[in-house]
């Protein structure tokens, strides 16, 4: 049984950093792929930030230069530093698995920034 387990989020002030990790269990097939999504209320989910099997970031316009994707493959973990952040980067964060047999989800993690 395949197991995604995030941790991290909180609140922050404008301006803070919060650290999101994600770790998947249960798995014997290759990851080729490890994203982070999020949704605000009453918006759709987006797609923030991702990593390839291959090592290819990808990030959202809104946060580039402010988060900071990494993975640690002995670990099947992926790490999501986001610093300087904004009150419109208010959501919960969704880790998602993408395998050869498909994709698998967190629960979710709530991040609010507020003052």
């Known amino acids: 049984q395949v197991q995604v387990e995030e941790s991290g989020g909180g609140l922050v002030q404008p301006g803070g950093s919060l650290s999101l990790s994600c770790t998947v269990s249960?798995?014997?097939?290759?990851?080729?792929?490890m994203s982070w999504y999020r949704q605000a209320p009453e918006k759709q989910r987006e797609l923030v930030a991702r990593?390839?099997?291959?090592?290819?970031?990808y990030y959202v316009d809104s946060v580039k230069g402010r988060f900071t994707l990494s993975r640690d493959n002995a670990k099947n973990t992926v790490y999501l530093q986001m610093n300087s952040l904004k009150p419109e980067d208010t959501a919960v964060y969704y880790c998602?698995?993408?395998?050869?047999?498909?994709?698998?989800w967190g629960q979710g993690t709530q991040v609010t920034v507020s003052s």
């Open positions: 249960g798995t014997r097939f290759r990851l080729t792929a």
């Open positions: 998602k698995i993408s395998t050869l047999l498909g994709d698998y």
């Open positions: 990593i390839t099997s291959g090592g290819s970031v």
